[in-house]
């Protein structure tokens, strides 16, 4: 098997919100053993944990340039890592060192760059694609807003950016009434990006194009943006006769 080593250029500091709101998740190995289970993860996402995943994957060219923003639970790494190919890159980075290695330890035979990155910071090369897969429904509003404008400046000419998270559930969707407190209890920035589209966040949202995809009656979400070949050309205003 390959030796996968974890690379860390710069020292990065946890943000406070992980231990303040987050400990049972990152901090307890037993506890990410259980949430890494498909299973569990499919319970999780009321069945639709399958389905995204297939969405997901036919997004990403095989043997293409990959960079995931942060760690997921389940086999998302693993199916992306083997549909990129051993032609292609991979690059996993996170700004927790043991998620890192949560990673390496299961995925030791797969071809997978992990870096030490804290994703708010940005980034230095450019891919073919870029994922964030639930992560933005953790962070405040201003990480919220760097992550995903990082990921974007990260994307290439024609390639792509693939958000996929929590979304504002239908009307009719009456789970919504058992997310609002969950979410306020465990995971209290979600509610935000059910007021405001990825999109919105976006400092050069003309530079793509983009597209969205619903799942579960609309509680989780699947935004593509596609960066254009050329920069938008700038709109000249003729000088007003008046």
Known sequence: MKTISV??????KEPAYIDALYPLIYKNTNMSRFLDDSRIQNILTFGFYKKMLEDLLEDIGTNSTVLQMG?????QIEK??????????????DILKSELDRAKEKLIDKKIDFEIHDVRKPL???????LCVMLLH?????????????????????GKAIF??????????????LLKPFNRLFFPFTESLWKKTIKSYAKKEAYFS????????????????????SEPQKQITKPSFY
Request: net charge positive.
């Open 210 to 229: 983009w597209y969205k995809k619903t799942y579960a009656a609309g509680m989780y979400q699947k935004v593509v943006a596609v960066r254009h070949t």
């Open 124 to 130: 230095s090369r450019k891919y073919d694609t870029v």
């Open 7 to 12: 690379k860390n250029a710069k020292i990065t």
């Open 164 to 177: 996929i998270d929590y979304n504002r559930p239908s009307d009719l969707n009456l789970l919504r009434f």
């Open 80 to 93: 992306t890592a083997d549909k990129i190919g051993r032609y292609g890159t991979y690059v996993l980075a």
């Open 71 to 75: 760690c997921t639970f389940g086999p």
């Open 138 to 158: 953790e962070l405040p509003e201003v990480s919220r807003t760097k992550v995903i404008n990082n990921a974007l400046d990260a994307v290439k000419d024609g």
